[in-house]
């Protein structure tokens, strides 16, 4: 059974950073795993794709985190993770990692909130 962990939220400033994580367990980033991507939820808003990663290579980012939200992977740990930067208010949400595996369902995290607020 696949399960994503997420990890990495809380409050910040505006202007402020952090780093989200997502840990694998039953399937391999970048193997089983061939997609992958964040999303968030706003309040009262429907969910929203982030990012999404194909192929371990290409991502693709929102207009509205391009040039602010980076991903990255350590294969060693099964973790992907969303660097955020110069957070903006408008990015408060529940932030949820998603894995698309070969021949079998989407996988969902159980989500991580990022307030940005002063």
């Known amino acids: 059974q696949v399960q994503l962990v997420e990890s990495g939220g809380g409050l910040v400033q505006p202007g402020g950073s952090l780093r989200l994580s997502c840990a694998a367990s039953g399937a391999v980033f970048d193997r089983e795993i061939y997609a992958w991507g964040w999303y968030r939820q706003a309040l009262g808003k429907p969910r929203e794709q982030v990012c999404l990663t194909v192929s371990g290579d290409i991502t693709n980012y929102g207009d509205s985190v391009k040039g602010r939200f980076t991903v990255s992977r350590d294969h060693a740990k099964n973790t992907v993770y969303l660097q955020m930067d110069d957070l903006k208010p408008e990015d408060t949400a529940v932030y949820f990692c998603?894995?698309?595996?070969?021949?079998?369902?989407?996988?969902w995290g159980q989500g991580t909130q990022v307030t940005v607020s002063s």
């Open positions: 998603k894995a698309q595996i070969a021949a079998s369902n989407d996988v």
